[in-house]
């Protein structure tokens, strides 16, 4: 196969773990013979620094044209305390996926059976987790009317019934992948664009009798993400319920730095970890590649590329079985290993295997 790949790296560990991402394609594209070409593209404060746009048309014209986006991490501290900033990072962020029409965002929140210790919640807990969450990502807060005076400011939390429905369609055919248990999360008892999104499910769910649908308030939802995890099978939400429950979702593996994300929608897919651009640590070579090598995977499960992705998973899970880890998941009394050798470690593997 032929791929583009468009690698916005942005800020911060982003530059790092993004250069892995692109090592460990080229091993997975050299083993089963594919021919791939990467075109790097600015993006966030790094964007805004250089020509003043956190999402320069260029940018989006090279996400356009490629088969698939690998995307690092945005945000810098300089803006994080400013806020009469007019142009920030994260608008670059939110520009892509809006630009690119990417409405779901499908986040795997996953143990690893050797790092079961480094979540905060006990062992017995979180062992055997495995849910995914589907994230509304073009809707709600984050795109809807907004005003900032400054003595009154309002976000819009709008939501309309085909953005509901196309949503929902996603996280029922997940459903029907997986264990067959969808769990629509709202604050039906407050919200009104809850209440839309509840009425839309149960209209839908009839259509999908192998899947049990149960309806959970979001705030009693992030209670039972900790207290049962396992509970849990496919869940869907809107844009800032699926922000935060996906950050708490990270603790129940261990580590922010394991999770990757898919964006998909009618535009080119976009593939990125969870976290953020951990700008205290740039330069370093501290950052786990792990969520970014794992986007890789989710990457080509995504092209119908099943075993490249599966390489990918077992190339991962080779190197935390061999403790080549980066400090935050590291084994007390194990060497330290840095990104880049983390990321060869794996392309390495990949080639070998
Ligand atoms: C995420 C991030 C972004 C979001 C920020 C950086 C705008 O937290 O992808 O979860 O809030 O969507
Ligand atoms: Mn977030």
Same mark, same amino acid.
């Given at each position: 196969?032929?791929?583009?790949?468009?690698?916005?790296?942005?800020?911060?560990?982003?530059?790092?773990?993004s250069?892995?991402?692109?090592?460990?394609?080229?091993? !997975?594209?050299?083993k089963?013979?594919?021919?791939? #070409?990467?075109?790097h593209?600015?993006?966030?404060a $790094?964007?805004?620094?250089?020509?003043?746009?956190p999402?320069?048309?260029?940018?989006?014209r090279?996400?356009?044209?490629?088969?698939? !986006?690998?995307?690092?991490?945005?945000?810098d501290?300089?803006?994080?305390?400013?806020? &009469?900033?007019?142009?920030?990072?994260?608008?670059?962020?939110?520009?892509?996926?809006?630009?690119?029409?990417?409405?779901?965002?499908?986040?795997?929140?996953?143990?690893?059976?050797?790092?079961? /210790?480094?979540?905060?919640?006990?062992?017995?807990?979180?062992?055997?987790?495995?849910?995914?969450?589907?994230?509304?990502? #073009?809707?709600?807060?984050?795109?809807?009317?907004? /005003?900032?005076?400054?003595d009154?400011?309002?976000d819009?939390?709008k939501y309309?019934?085909?953005?509901?429905?196309?949503?929902?369609?996603?996280?029922?055919?997940?459903a029907?992948k997986?264990?067959? /248990?969808?769990?629509?999360?709202?604050?039906?008892?407050v919200?009104?664009?809850?209440?839309?999104?509840?009425?839309?499910?149960?209209e839908?769910?009839?259509?999908?009798?192998?899947? #049990?649908?149960?309806?959970?308030?979001?705030?009693?939802?992030?209670?039972?993400?900790?207290?049962?995890?396992?509970?849990?099978d496919?869940m869907? &939400?809107?844009?800032?319920?699926?922000?935060?429950?996906?950050?708490?979702?990270?603790?129940?593996?261990?580590?922010m730095?394991?999770?990757?994300s898919?964006?998909?929608?009618?535009?080119?897919?976009?593939?990125?970890?969870? /976290?953020?651009?951990?700008?205290?640590?740039?330069?370093? $070579?501290i950052?786990?590649?792990?969520?970014?090598?794992?986007s890789v995977?989710?990457?080509?499960?995504?092209?119908?590329?099943?075993?490249e992705?599966?390489? !990918?998973?077992?190339? !991962?899970?080779?190197?935390?079985?061999?403790?080549?880890?980066?400090?935050?998941?590291?084994?007390?009394?194990?060497?330290?290993?840095g990104?880049?050798?983390?990321?060869a470690?794996?392309?390495?593997?990949?080639?070998r295997?």
């Amino acid at each position: 196969m032929k791929l583009k790949i468009a690698v916005l790296p942005g800020d911060g560990i982003g530059p790092e773990i993004s250069a892995q991402g692109v090592e460990v394609t080229k091993a !997975v594209c050299e083993k089963f013979g594919h021919e791939v #070409t990467f075109e790097h593209a600015l993006c966030g404060a $790094d964007a805004i620094d250089k020509v003043g746009d956190p999402f320069p048309e260029e940018t989006f014209r090279i996400c356009q044209e490629a088969d698939a !986006v690998l995307f690092s991490a945005v945000g810098d501290p300089k803006y994080d305390n400013d806020p &009469t900033a007019k142009v920030r990072p994260e608008q670059g962020l939110l520009a892509m996926r809006k630009k690119l029409g990417l409405f779901a965002n499908i986040r795997p929140v996953q143990t690893f059976p050797c790092l079961l /210790h480094k979540s905060p919640l006990k062992d017995e807990l979180v062992e055997g987790a495995d849910f995914i969450c589907i994230r509304e990502l #073009t809707g709600g807060m984050y795109f809807g009317e907004k /005003h900032e005076g400054s003595d009154m400011a309002y976000d819009t939390n709008k939501y309309t019934r085909p953005e509901v429905e196309r949503i929902l369609k996603v996280a029922f055919e997940y459903a029907r992948k997986r264990r067959k /248990h969808l769990t629509v999360v709202d604050k039906a008892n407050v919200l009104a664009s809850s209440r839309l999104w509840r009425k839309v499910a149960q209209e839908m769910a009839p259509a999908y009798p192998d899947v #049990t649908t149960d309806y959970m308030y979001v705030d009693n939802a992030a209670m039972r993400m900790i207290q049962e995890p396992r509970f849990f099978d496919v869940m869907v &939400t809107e844009n800032t319920f699926g922000d935060i429950l996906t950050d708490e979702g990270s603790c129940i593996s261990g580590s922010m730095g394991l999770l990757p994300s898919a964006s998909t929608g009618s535009g080119t897919p976009v593939f990125e970890p969870i /976290h953020g651009s951990w700008p205290q640590a740039k330069g370093q $070579d501290i950052a786990n590649p792990l969520a970014q090598i794992l986007s890789v995977a989710m990457l080509f499960e995504h092209l119908g590329l099943m075993e490249e992705g599966r390489l !990918v998973r077992r190339a !991962v899970d080779a190197s935390l079985d061999a403790e080549v880890r980066t400090p935050d998941i590291q084994a007390p009394g194990a060497p330290r290993y840095g990104t880049r050798q983390v990321g060869a470690w794996i392309a390495d593997y990949i080639r070998r295997n």
